[in-house]
Structures are given as C-alpha cells and as structure tokens.
C-alpha cells in the first residue's frame, strides 16, 4: 500500500509533521480524515504533480524523521493535558477577539461587495458550540480517559465525534464567508488581523479534532476493544 492510499488521518497520526503539509494543501485531515490521500487530492482538484509532491514530501519527513512531538507515544493524560492547554485555552482566547475583529470590519466595511457579512454572528455561533463541547470533554469524557474507563466512555465519545462533525461543517462556512480567508485588495489593518486570526484559528481547531478523533479516541477504541468490550458497542 502506497502513502496515497492511506487515509489522511493515518498519515496525520504516524508521521509527524505531516498536518503541516496537508495544510499547505487544503485537505481536511480532522474531520475529512477518513479519506485517503488519493481520493482527498482528487476532490479537491490537485493534479498528478501536486500529489506526487506531497507523497515526497511526506516521504522525506519519514526519513529524515520530525521535531514535531509524536503524541501517539504519549499518555493519555499527558495527551489530554495538552489539548486542554493548547486548544481548549487558546480557543477561549481567540474567538472573542476574532469577534470584536469581524464586527469592526462589518461595521466600517459593511458596504463593500467582498465584506464578510455574517462573519462576526457565525463565529459567535462557533464560539457557543465550541464552549459546550469542550465542557463536555472536560466535565465527563477526559476525566472518563483519564480513569482508564475506556469501555464506558464510548457514547461520549460518539457524541464528540459527531459534534467535530458540525465543527468542520462551522469551518466550511467561515471559508464561504471570506473567500476562503483571502484578504481583498486595499484591506485595512483590521481587517488584515482578522484574517490572520482566522487562519490560526482554522489551523488550531483542525489539529485539535485530528489529535482528538485519530488519536485519544482510537487509543480508547482500541483499549476498550482489547478488554472485549469496544466502544461502538455503547454507542
């Protein structure tokens, strides 16, 4: 089997380093991550050559090996902690003030064509859903994982999946609101913030989910399953 037809998902997981590429090259690695390379590159229009590129790049950090932290290796509590830290904090950082960004922007700008009207209300609406899906993760499924309750923790984690689900759903239609985060032409100060905060957002939510759905809960998965109990069967 060629790197290609593994999923993106896989290749996310086992090299480190990949999700930089992969977001080089618009492929949704978290939520689209079931999908193989081949198939991903295909939807997204890449040519033969664009592929080929990527299957060296990915190559390349195979043998050259990567600093980026493998967290396949790591506890699970150790894994948590970082999502805690490095995402569920730090979204609870950017969102607000991505907000006050985008209102700025609508409230000056309103009247030009390429303005993202509905920015700021979308994201408000993205930072309700992310709030009560990360206090689910830390009221009930983390301390679950943390526990080694893999078994029971299964319909918990159904439900996160399918809510990282509506996540990618919420990043599709910030990418339609603002061209897919491309600064017009003449764009102020403000404006040109909002869309770098954009950017670190969507880059930041995507590695979240990837470390979430094809990491922490396939450890689960598969610990569960080892006791001959998987979690699918409490879904």
């Known amino acids: 089997m060629t790197l290609q037809d593994h999923s993106l998902g896989q290749l996310a997981r086992l090299i480190p380093g990949a999700t930089r590429i992969f977001h080089g090259y618009g492929l949704d690695f978290c939520c689209g991550g079931k999908q193989t390379l081949r198939d991903a590159a295909q939807q997204k229009g890449l040519d033969a050559a664009a592929v080929g590129t990527i299957d060296a790049q990915l190559r390349a950090l195979q043998d050259e090996g990567?600093?980026?932290?493998d967290w396949n290796t790591a506890a699970p509590a150790e894994l948590i902690e970082h999502i805690l830290t490095r995402f569920h904090a730090r979204h609870r950082e950017q969102l607000p003030e991505l907000i006050r960004l985008a209102r700025r922007v609508e409230q000056v700008h309103g009247d030009r064509p390429d303005c993202p009207l509905g920015?700021?209300?979308?994201?408000?609406?993205?930072?309700?859903?992310?709030?009560t899906h990360m206090q689910k993760e830390e009221q009930v499924l983390f301390p679950m994982?943390?526990?080694?309750?893999?078994?029971?923790?299964?319909?918990?984690?159904?439900?996160?999946?399918?809510?990282h689900d509506d996540h990618g759903v919420a990043l599709?239609?910030?990418a339609a609101l603002t061209n897919d985060i491309t600064l017009p032409r003449a764009a102020c100060n403000t404006w040109r913030a909002l869309y770098l905060g954009l950017r670190t957002l969507r880059e930041d939510l995507m590695?979240?989910?990837?470390?979430?759905?094809?990491?922490?809960?396939?450890?689960?998965?598969?610990?569960?399953?080892?006791?001959?109990?998987?979690?699918s069967t409490h879904a």
């Open 119 to 131: 920015l700021a209300d979308h994201l408000s609406e993205m930072l309700g859903e992310l709030e």
């Open 172 to 174: 599709q239609r910030l």
């Open 66 to 69: 990567s600093s980026a932290q």
């Open 207 to 231: 590695e979240h989910i990837h470390l979430e759905n094809n990491v922490l809960f396939e450890v689960a998965t598969a610990a569960a399953q080892a006791t001959g109990c998987g979690c």
């Open 145 to 163: 994982l943390s526990r080694g309750l893999h078994a029971a923790a299964g319909r918990p984690i159904t439900v996160m999946r399918a809510e």
